[in-house]
């Protein structure tokens, strides 16, 4: 499950965070975070079912876009620097 995919709430990061990479984040630290992507605009959240859930925005999707370019890109550069 992954917020670019599926709404996710804090508790879904928290499990998909710890299944994935079996790291266990603190609440804190998660919903501090999506708070935060919330006032820039990157994530909406809204209460359904007595939980807080979140989805990607448009400006969200175009950040991860973004993200993923520039990843792939920095990728390539390091491999070309490093392995030829």
Known sequence: MKLRKYPMSGY???SFAHKKF???LSPGTVYSS????ERGGLVKG???QGKRVYT???HGK?????????????????SNLFIG
Do not use: W
């Open 22 to 24: 079996k790291i266990l």
């Open 34 to 37: 999506l708070y935060s992507l």
């Open 62 to 78: 175009e950040t991860v876009r973004v993200f993923s370019q520039t990843k792939d890109r920095l990728l390539g550069l390091i």
């Open 12 to 14: 879904d990061v928290i």
């Open 56 to 58: 990607l925005t448009e």
């Open 46 to 48: 809204e209460n359904i």
